[in-house]
């Protein structure tokens, strides 16, 4: 008898508690960071996704894709130029970044999954206008398309996922003007979560979670309540990395979605180990 | 981070494959030998079938009972009397056996799945008629109200399975005179899987599976086409106890059924093992 | 023209009525008394539920079955022992209880009916856990594994109901602690059909329903309200055998149900009489 | 305790196995003679139909209304003439003839039979192009707007059905010329019940079905094959009244219906009569 | 290159925010008045009412009849009586107004649409008793079987437009005493429109609409609140014709019906104009 | 009255027979040339596209993108080369024809659709591996990475023309070894219809049809059978850019498709001058 067998059957069988509590409930993963990137932890969230649906979880991802973009416009000897964290994007750059994220980033994340079952369709703000979007407007300087969310028309959501496929979202909106807006993707997942009222909405980082002191890798937050997350985004005491992630955490609770995670994506099949195990990984906000 | 848990996460991955190939299929599983005695057998082919359930398969029980009847039958000083391996069964003995299959051996094995998931559901030939029997005629003996399989009405199974529901069926027919007749349970798992075309039937046995000759370890068979199967039978080889299984493993193919397996039950998780690993164990016979 | 057909008609025409009342209502009856042990008022109930079934109705029936208990553990030897009406239960004496509700009373239930069409399907407590029980605990005396209702998961009956089945339902409960409990059938009855918002709970009963005085046998009731009932089930009047039967009409009332009612399940046809005549029969409860 | 009720009970259980066997059938009757008449036949056939619905048959109601457009065209002065059984139709005769039978006769049968149970829908060939008709053309005379049936769309029947109505059909056909034509409702109800591939076309006649020889009464056939039926057609023997029905009945049964029945219409409940006892009433013709 | 194909596919383009505007909503017409009997009108208004159908409107027609019963009435030398506007009806007046509109009329505008679309279906209050009606009483004088409307019993329509149809209804009541009603066709339209809450109403008249003075035809009210129309209706101003619509107009808005409107029927497509253009025709009143 | 609104509403009556035959069909639209550049003729495909769906139509869009490609390929100073009219795709070009194809052409064609009705959803051969591809292998030439239709999933197609949306199909197709491959879109377009059983397949081209004689504008041919359409395939007289659709025109009738279109797109509304008159525009193949 073959040992590894063995525990593999045991190790299946104590997942079955947890297929059981998330079954039929809908979970939205922000994708980014190194999981991205890393041949990997690419394979890793893919079949992480397959094996969630199989097991009767709605995922929905969302995706942005920054590094890639900015890859192609030094490529294409394009001036970056960012300002508060954000890209200044004109209208050539905004082509772009929609090049970019819906005809290569999305389409590579949907290829990925479906070698592991045909469940992928990639969508983006476009597809029956699902992300409205307008301008996002700073006092002092104009950021060009940059957008932020109006509304979200989640129909083609639902039929998605009741069709039994998997969206996998690029964060690109459109305009009441019908121009094109590049919008946060952290911010993008927070909006479909609270629009899809998502169980759990969860963010792939490269760090462990939130800490209480950056400096003191000790301090890992592994549970945090709105309250005490919303004390925290005033604090002025998280990075401009991770402010996006806790206010689009925050936002989404107050949509209506139950639990929000930030999680360290270059951990191997992290969803997995956060859906899976008892004491889950990485900081959860509670609604 | 915990090392176990990412084993378990990447265990949870490999079965992916598997899980995908018996998406929505049928599965016919005879209960039976040490695997319905030992304790932690029992939990184990709970857990089995509660998680099958969930990962989308539909799993479906059929079990008889001999020795708790001949244990019941003891304690109320009956005589307990076989001919030909068959249990000669007056009025008195079939009432004692269906309250044994019926009343406890069967709602102890919805007991245990549903401690693990609340999907078990017993019934018997009674219920909306499922197993119509007929008197087992032998040229020179009365085996009282010993039956076999005149007719399966799979509809209350089927409407089960659509529920949601996993059928847990004790192995007691109804006769159109109205009297029970009591069934090997080997057989109405074979009828059972035909009538559902089954995409699998397993049998739960105490050995490792079919042995070219039994008294060499070394030659076990691991897969058989139905050709080859029904040449065994034939052969007069095969002994008391598994002539039953392989002939209705036979009759399973011949109805439809894809695969038949004789698997050993008490090897913890051997459903699994069969299921979702791809050299399987114990034999497999191929329609 | 044969005469005894024109009347025939006449008397399906009339009862038109009656079931375009009833058309789609659910129906629970507690089956008891005489009219389980007399072979022909069985076959009566038989055909009245199935014809009651044919006409649109959805009859759900459940039943106890202490008789017969009795009568099997005398066979066996065992003590048979009441502590005010209720019996005290052993773990052994648990285990014949269950073999003979639900491997042979249940079942014999199921059979009558399924011989006039096959619609009948046995479910115990134990069932997609359809009945959870807790121990039912007394000041001064341990009845042992008798219990009383904790929940109803009335889902494995809706679907039965859906799907053009008549779940007959025997009085054992599950407890979290897995064990199995005997719960008298009149109050299981009375949760039964508040969980199912039923229209009606009828009791089938060995007396003509309630009376101001037992005395008198003119001062049978037809008629009572809830609150006329509750003052009745105060005033001490009721005997051991009534008691449990009004206080599950009460409860039953409380609960939701329109009506409640005790019959002579001594007469023939009794449910049909109750539910095709304008008089009706018996004593009725109004909530 | 009441004995008439008794009965009544007794009754309605006989009527059980007939219950059975036409649940989800559908039965087309072709209304007509004293039966549309008499006061006392009108509601007893009414009575029948409700019942019939609410015990799971589907009855569809064809009829004419010869007697009524006679009446009504003297009082109106009109000639009435006849060729070989067919009334000539002029133009303004036939738009007398569809006012009667769609606006008078028709609606009274709705009436009547809603008035026991609100699912009568009166339609005409018109609606929904249910009846498409030609010119029923004679060598030597012009019978004006009389057709045959040229086509039957039964969608709008199918539809009405299935939302739980009973279709009440006035046998007006229209053609594609958009005139509108009188069909002997005889062959219309025929051509609807070939169409719907019902289980039963039954007649209600004023006779008490076919003779062997007209002028012995005790020469009644009750049961007939589609061959002796067409011989009996090609004898010769059939008068007037009798050939249009006699020779719908074979019509219908090779249209696919299973059976085909004349019946006394004068007798009361004549329609349960024949369903719901084993000997039938009339004469049964079997495809 | 066709010049004129041109404009037809720019105007089809044109039609489009039209379409998706009434896209699945319902519109009760009222048909009647010059419409109802100009030849060509009466062609317009059906391709008008099928052309709806087609793009996703669900249309409901309700119609009267009165000149075309006052021509049969005279043709067969009935006094023809009117009371207030109201045709005194006597019994066998009674029963020739239904045999004209339910036989005749209403079969009439069902085959002018089946011509160009298999979708119209007639029916009267009879059927289904879709319209429950009540006697008119007035203080000192009978006028017969004039009545109005008690209730709507709108499942029949409900269930024909989910079927793809038509219904084309007659105003015909029926009363609890299996009486027929001749009820004004414009209070029966408002009752109906506001049982099925459709999106509008629409009166097709003889004239352009409602005026501020009759007497000045540049005095046409092209919109009119609920408010103000209770306020005409009030001002005695409003002639006997107009009266009866616009107290169904305000009848209908209470009753949750979006629009009501008044068009000049004798305009070709006067339907399609007022639902196909910005400007509309004619005089809308807003609930 | 406003004249041109009387001849608006007689046009769109014009349009319903037109209307009811394609009602429910599905129409392949292959994309491309002058009416993908052209501002105002990619509005009048859009709202035609829109109108076709609003009036019951399931339009499905298919296109290519060579110019734009092309366009930024020389923008980004990379070499353009074809070989026998097929463009030599390395790894890199084929990244950027994805872009432009699925992250620009697509979702702008997405985005016009939706200005006029919120239906249009872009996908990929990606999206649930719609497009499965080969490469297409020639004997003396490596084209890189063009490919043609190996099989299509056209689950995505079909589930999401059911859930109300109009699909837009890019042309790239992705093969089992994980790359993309570019595809000729004709050749998809027929490969998409054949596998929906379309009723037609449509392709916008600039010119105005096939002719007998190319350099004769008189020799329109406006109607071709399957036949004379292969005898044209071989007789190398149709020109590189035309074969290929004429070629997938007969790919499409073969496999099933009744009607292939080859049309003008630089007609404005060339789609619905096709769809919504009777003799058509362009060259009909009949299968």
Chains 1, 2, 3, 4, 5, 6 share one sequence.
């Not at 969206?167 to 305009?175: C, D, K, Q, R, T």
């Amino acid at each position: 008898m073959n040992v590894n067998n063995v525990l593999r059957a045991e190790i299946l069988v104590h997942a079955l508690p947890y297929i059981k509590e998330y079954y039929g409930k809908t979970i939205v993963i922000k994708y980014g960071g190194n999981a991205m990137i890393d041949e990997k932890l690419k394979e890793s969230v893919a079949t992480d996704i397959v094996l969630m649906k199989y097991v009767g979880i709605n995922p929905v991802v969302v995706h942005g894709g920054g590094p890639e973009i900015t890859k192609i416009m030094k490529k294409m000897k394009k001036d970056v130029k960012f300002v508060k964290g954000l890209r200044v994007t004109d209208k050539e750059t905004m082509e772009l970044v929609k090049m970019v994220l819906v005809g290569k980033v999305n389409k590579e994340i949907v290829g990925l999954i479906n070698h592991h079952g045909r469940i992928a369709v990639g969508v983006s703000g476009d597809d029956a206008e699902l992300i409205v979007a307008r301008k996002f407007v700073l006092p002092d300087v104009d950021l060009g398309f940059v957008g932020e969310v109006e509304k979200i028309n989640s129909k083609i959501l639902e039929k998605l996922i009741n069709d039994g496929f998997t969206p996998i979202i690029a964060s690109v909106g459109v305009g009441s003007d019908g121009e094109s807006y590049n919008i946060n993707a952290d911010l993008v997942a927070a909006e479909i979560a609270a629009a899809l009222k998502a169980d759990k909405l969860i963010f792939l980082t490269d760090v462990d979670g939130l800490y209480k002191d950056f400096t003191d890798k000790s301090s890992l937050i592994s549970e945090l309540s709105l309250k005490k997350c919303d004390e925290f985004i005033e604090s002025g005491k998280l990075d401009e990395g991770m402010l996006p992630k806790v206010k689009s955490c925050a936002r989404a609770l107050k949509g209506g979605v139950k639990k929000a995670h930030i999680l360290n994506g270059t951990i191997l099949h992290s969803l997995l180990l956060e859906i899976f195990t008892d004491e889950g990984i990485g900081t959860m906000i509670i609604g």
